[in-house]
C-alpha cells in the first residue's frame, strides 16, 4: 500500500504544482487569500510559483519512486513531513518579529492533511515492514 499512498501523493503534488504555477494568481486571491495590492505582489507570486515548480518535481519523484520501491517509497514519506517540519520551525523563528500575516491561507489544510496521510502511512508501512516474515527459499 505505501507505493500506492507515494504515487496517489504524487498525483495531489501535480494537483498542487499546477494551483500554484499555471493556476497563480487565482491561487494567491482566492486559495491563500494575499494581498497583491501592495509592492511585494511581484514577491509573492513568485514564491508560489516557486513553490508550485518544486511541487511538479516532488509529484514527479513520488510517482516515480512508488512504481519503482517500495523502500525508496517508506524513505520518502518520512522524508517530506521532516522537511516541512524543518520550515515550519525556521519560517516561525524568522518570521516571530514580523507583523502577522492578514492572508487565510487556504491550502494549509490540505497540507496539513497531505503530511498527515505521509506520517501515518510511514508508521504503518514501517510496523507492516518489521513484522514481514522472511520469506524461504526453496
Not at 110 to 133: D, N, Q, W
Request: charged content about 10%; glycine content about 10%.
Amino acid at each position: 500500500f505505501v507505493p500506492v499512498v507515494a504515487i496517489a501523493l504524487g498525483c495531489y503534488d501535480l494537483l498542487r504544482g499546477f494551483i500554484h504555477t499555471i493556476a497563480l494568481e487565482y491561487a494567491a486571491l482566492s486559495i491563500a487569500g494575499l494581498d497583491l495590492g501592495g509592492v511585494t505582489a511581484i514577491d509573492q507570486l513568485k514564491l508560489m510559483a516557486t513553490l508550485g515548480m518544486s511541487n511538479f518535481v516532488s509529484g514527479i519523484a513520488l510517482i516515480i519512486i512508488g512504481l519503482s520501491t517500495r523502500r525508496g517509497a517508506l524513505i520518502m514519506l518520512a522524508v517530506i513531513p521532516v522537511s516541512y517540519l524543518i520550515g515550519i520551525v525556521c519560517f516561525r523563528f524568522y518570521s516571530a518579529s514580523h507583523e502577522i500575516s492578514q492572508a487565510n491561507w487556504g491550502g494549509a489544510t490540505p497540507l496539513m492533511a497531505y503530511l498527515g496521510i505521509c506520517v501515518i502511512t510511514f508508521i504503518s508501512g514501517l510496523v507492516m515492514a518489521t513484522h514481514e516474515r522472511p520469506r524461504r527459499e526453496g
